[in-house]
């Protein structure tokens, strides 16, 4: 199968960019398949509660990558997401649309320590990367596997990752996970922070 090469998300190079088509009123659940829709390619696909596409992340290189995107169901990027080279614990830049110039749109830090426990925070996030705003969220480890919730600069948690489960409560497997995101919250960005996680936990 050929690649799919993502396109540039048009209109989006404001650092304040929130889009209207990814904020709702309501919360909103997601299924997320950690499986990549092209052949031979790594990454995830992301459904709606109506069991359609709305994101996907198609890494064509090894798991771990330095550079992927995260894109719309019609190949638009959203986010482009780099890992500082030199790091030693991590640190990763997301951009708006395609490509790696001018300043990131916001930056996720990885804690220090090598191993977190339940509850701790694993990632600080800072957005506009700008060193006087502070971590505007705080992303947590719920379990020992694929399990965390994000949280704002008040403590509030605005979404939850976690392995998606039947009605009847027997889970789907590893590489299928629920993501549930709180109202007036932008899902692309929260895809976006799990994108990073996913490359933490080198699943993509």
Not at 113 to 140: A, D, P, T
Request: hydrophobic share 35%; net charge positive.
């Amino acid at each position: 199968m050929a690649k799919i090469y993502p396109e540039t998300f048009k209109n989006s190079n404001s650092p304040s960019f929130t889009s209207p088509n990814y904020v709702t009123s309501t919360r909103e659940t997601f299924t997320i398949w950690m499986k990549s829709l092209v052949f031979h390619g790594n990454g995830c696909t992301v459904f709606n509660s109506k069991g359609e596409i709305v994101f996907r992340v198609d890494n064509y290189q090894e798991t771990s990558s330095n550079e992927v995107f995260l894109m719309d169901l019609y190949g638009q990027v959203l986010f482009s997401i780099k890992k500082e080279k030199l790091r030693l614990f991590g640190r990763w830049n997301g951009y708006l649309s395609s490509g790696f110039k001018g300043k990131p749109w916001f930056q996720v830090r990885r804690n220090c320590k090598y191993f977190s426990r339940l509850g701790e925070v694993i990632c600080n996030v800072n957005l506009g990367c700008e060193k006087s705003i502070g971590s505007c969220y705080k992303i947590q480890q719920t379990d020992k596997k694929s399990s965390f919730k994000v949280s704002d600069s008040a403590g509030q948690v605005v979404a939850e990752v976690k392995q998606k489960q039947s009605s009847v409560g027997f889970g789907y497997g590893d590489d299928v996970l629920t993501l549930e995101v709180e109202p007036h919250v932008d899902y692309s960005f929260i895809m976006a922070l799990v994108t990073v996680c996913g490359l933490i936990k080198r699943r993509l």
